[in-house]
């Protein structure tokens, strides 16, 4: 895996590189990057600093952004889909549309993040922060959402979705097991 200094990074991607696949930018500082449209699938990115950053229609497939800090950023679009977002920070970020199928948002800050149309099917959000969050039209199909928090989210859609008895809903309350979707009668 190539390692790029911030400097390189900035200075390829200003001379019109856009292909950064496998590259290591681990604890990068990044404040305010314009990087839209690259590609840093199968990178590391852990403890990388990118709040404020447009990164739309970029490609983070299968990479690692570990305790990574996005809050803020414009990620319209990105591709997320098996990449490890454990414990990332990603607090009103815009997430409309993004693809993060399979994502580990493991204990990840969605705080007042829009993620209206995104994909999280099969992610986990165990233990994540999505209070305030947008998730009209978000898809949560086989998302894990143990522990998670959905105080206040908007446009939740419950019935489409599987919760625990731990999972905070939107409106502060949790489900108690004899209200969980497997343990109701036929025809209930």
């Known amino acids: 895996m190539q390692r790029l200094s911030t400097q390189e990074l900035l200075a390829e991607y200003h001379s019109g ?6 590259v290591d930018l681990s604890q990068a500082y990044l404040f305010q990057a314009q990087l ?6 199968k990178s590391d990115l852990t403890d990388i600093h990118l709040p404020y950053a447009n990164l739309s229609q970029t490609n983070f497939q299968n990479s ?9 950023s414009q990620l319209y679009q990105a591709c997320l889909a098996n990449t490890n977002l ?3 920070k990603l607090s009103r970020a815009s997430l409309r549309f993004a693809n993060l199928a399979n994502a580990d948002l493991t204990g990840a800050d969605l705080q007042a993040a829009d993620l209206s149309h995104a994909n999280l099917s099969g992610a986990n959000l165990s233990h994540a922060n999505l209070a305030n969050a947008n998730l009209d039209n978000t898809n949560f199909t086989n998302t894990e959402l143990t522990g998670a928090n959905l105080f206040r989210a908007r446009n939740f859609n419950l019935a489409a979705t599987q919760v625990t008895p731990t999972t905070t809903l939107p409106d ?3 489900l108690q097991e004899e209200d969980l979707p497997q343990n109701r009668e036929p025809g209930e």
């Open 17 to 22: 590189r856009r292909d950064f696949n496998e």
């Open 64 to 72: 690692i952004l570990q305790a990574a800090e996005l809050s803020h």
């Open 36 to 41: 839209s449209e690259a590609n840093f699938s």
């Open 172 to 174: 502060g309350h949790r």
């Open 86 to 88: 454990r414990g990332a």
